[in-house]
């Protein structure tokens, strides 16, 4: 399955502004990519990029004065399978986890494990372990929240979000993977690109998208607490402790969002092709 993807973003700066920014694929899906523009800016300006504790692409930059618009656009192929679902994948134990592991089982900014363990363990601690487990963290993350862009707010904690019962994608992403964590599971948030593919389409404008992967069975898995179902064509941009590992953009001086653009969508051979002789 060939999927394009890509992003057209304009910040404004009243001055000279560092920025970090979380934009563009993994740098393991390079070998899936078959079509890439190369990164414009406008005005034109000299970025870099580097890798972070968490393998992640940063893209550093020094945003000019006034209007900074950056575009990108690619095509990648990928399976046209669904999330992997496996049933009998089990929880390990602690001491027999992977360093690597541990640092998604403690509370971060976002995730107050220590704050929610008892609700968790009164809510899921009946439940059977391993997959059936985080399976009903999901299902009562997508049941217990409304979600809605008007409940978006960036600093909302999961206990928070518990509370209000509102939020976003990273809202619904925050409370599962705090509830796993309570639970002894390890779990790390996720935000990339999805796209409406074998699922009716979303008229509201499209955006990255926040989902978690919990380590069961020895392996990472994906799951999504807002949509709930295995879905088509994920393209992780970032994974972190919680949305603030991952933020689309950290400035060193205050910026203003004007435009912003997210595109993934299903495509067939022809336009690939037809991308590569415009850019040829």
């Known amino acids: ?25 993994r740098p393991e899906y390079a070998p899936a990519i078959r079509y890439q523009s190369s990164l414009v800016t406008s005005p034109a300006l000299a970025t ?17 004065v ?14 046209d399978a669904a999330d992997p679902v496996a049933l009998d994948a089990a929880e390990i134990p602690i001491e027999k986890l992977p ?18 363990g008892d609700l968790a363990w009164g809510l899921f601690g009946r439940t059977p372990q391993g997959w059936a487990r985080v399976q009903a963290i999901c299902d009562f993350v997508n049941a217990h929240l409304t979600f809605g862009y008007e409940y978006a707010r960036p600093t909302r904690t999961a206990l928070e979000a518990y509370e209000e019962r509102v939020g976003v994608c990273r809202d619904f992403a925050h409370l599962a993977v705090a ?22 389409p979303d008229p509201a404008p499209m955006d990255y998208n926040a989902w978690f992967e919990v380590y069961l069975g020895g392996r990472w898995f994906a799951f999504d607490a807002r949509h709930n179902i295995p879905r088509i064509g994920r393209i992780t941009v970032a994974r972190g402790r919680d949305a603030m590992d991952v933020p689309l953009a950290t400035s060193f001086g205050r910026h203003e969002l004007k435009q ?9 051979g022809g336009v690939l092709q037809e991308a590569m002789r415009v850019s040829a």
């Not at 509830?179 to 009716?200: H, K, S, T």
């Not at 912003?260 to 067939?268: L, R, S």
């Open 1 to 25: 399955m060939l999927i394009r993807y890509g992003y057209e973003l304009t910040l404004n700066c009243s001055q000279q502004t560092p920025m970090m920014c979380l934009l563009d694929e």
């Open 48 to 64: 870099h990029c580097y890798m972070d504790d968490y393998g992640n692409s940063v893209r550093r930059l020094v945003a000019p």
């Open 66 to 79: 006034g209007d900074l618009t950056i575009f990108r656009n690619a095509i990648i192929e990928v399976s």
């Open 99 to 116: 360093d690597e592991c541990l640092a998604f089982l403690l509370a971060s900014r976002y995730c107050e494990t220590d704050r929610l």
């Open 179 to 200: 509830f796993c964590r309570c639970m002894n599971i390890p779990a790390r948030y996720v935000n990339g690109f999805l796209g409406d593919i074998g699922v009716p």
């Open 260 to 268: 912003f653009k997210v595109w993934t969508d299903e495509v067939d």
